[in-house]
């Protein structure tokens, strides 16, 4: 009987920073390559993940460009030749980060211009990793969800049984329950959901138990709701 087969992909996630965000590293054992996923905060830990992992990061891939997921990314480009994606709609906050930051920590580095503005439908990749980008605002204007390998890396667009705020700057429950829904809804329902923040999910949960997403259904069918 032959060995089974070792998935090449390999997923990790660090809970990082002041407001306790996380951040993610998925790669490929045999390239050795990998992506991060909104590195918030503490980018030696990130780094010392990726290296446990027998991977490098080459792309930093932002969903957003709130302070809690953004501050890492000076400190991982700074490790290496690595590509930042941010979408152009979260730029003017990503050039803000460190003056917002300065409210709740004290001086920080700026994190530096994106090299990259990716759109919905394009498609992020390393050797042995690719990532849809899919455009799902509502939390800020520019919110980017990512999906591949049967796994979406939400943000802070789709929590386990919540959903980003959407009361700051920038933010549009409609726009969010619209990307939730006709977006996010509309992958398979086994897709693992790998949030910002709090513990992981999958979509059949979410479309099943998820109160924000049972009122907008409820709304759109022109039933009373909650």
């Known amino acids: 009987m032959s060995e089974p087969a070792v998935t090449e992909v390999l997923v990790r996630g660090l809970v990082v920073g002041l407001f306790q965000e996380n951040c993610w590293v998925i790669g490929n054992r045999r390239s050795g390559e990998a992506i991060c996923i909104d590195p918030g905060d503490q980018a030696d830990?990130?780094?010392?993940?990726?290296?446990?992992?027998?991977?490098?990061?080459?792309?930093?891939?932002?969903?957003?460009?709130?302070?809690?997921?953004?501050?890492?990314?000076?400190?991982?480009?700074?490790?290496?030749?690595?590509?930042?994606?941010?979408?152009r709609g979260d730029l003017e906050i990503a050039r803000g980060a460190a003056a917002k930051a300065r409210n709740f920590m004290g001086e920080v580095e700026q994190?530096?211009?994106?090299?990259?503005?990716?759109e919905h439908g394009d498609v992020i990749e390393v050797d042995g990793v690719s990532?849809?980008?899919?455009?799902?605002?509502?939390?800020?204007?520019?919110s980017l969800s990512y999906f591949g390998n049967g796994m979406?890396?939400?943000?802070?667009?789709?929590?386990?049984?919540?959903?980003?705020?959407?009361?700051?700057?920038?933010?549009?429950?409609?726009?969010?329950?619209a990307s939730i829904v006709d977006t996010l809804l509309a992958?398979?329902?086994?897709?693992?959901?790998?949030?910002?923040?709090?513990?992981?999910?999958?979509?059949?949960?979410?479309?099943?138990?998820?109160?924000?997403?049972?009122?907008?259904?409820?709304?759109?069918?022109?039933?009373?709701?909650?």
Not at 111 to 118: A, E, G, N, T
Not at 203 to 209: A, F, K, L, Q, V
């Open 131 to 142: 990532l849809r980008v899919l455009h799902t605002p509502g939390h800020t204007p520019g």
């Open 45 to 87: 830990d990130i780094l010392h993940m990726a290296a446990e992992m027998g991977v490098k990061i080459k792309v930093i891939a932002n969903s957003h460009a709130h302070i809690d997921h953004i501050l890492g990314v000076p400190g991982i480009k700074a490790a290496g030749n690595t590509d930042f994606y941010l979408h």
């Open 187 to 226: 992958l398979p329902d086994d897709t693992v959901v790998l949030p910002g923040h709090m513990d992981e999910t999958r979509i059949e949960t979410e479309r099943r138990t998820n109160p924000f997403i049972l009122q907008e259904l409820a709304r759109r069918s022109g039933q009373s709701g909650y």
């Open 152 to 177: 979406l890396f939400s943000g802070d667009t789709l929590f386990r049984g919540s959903i980003g705020r959407t009361d700051l700057p920038g933010g549009d429950l409609q726009q969010e329950m």
């Open 111 to 118: 994190p530096p211009d994106p090299d990259h503005f990716p």
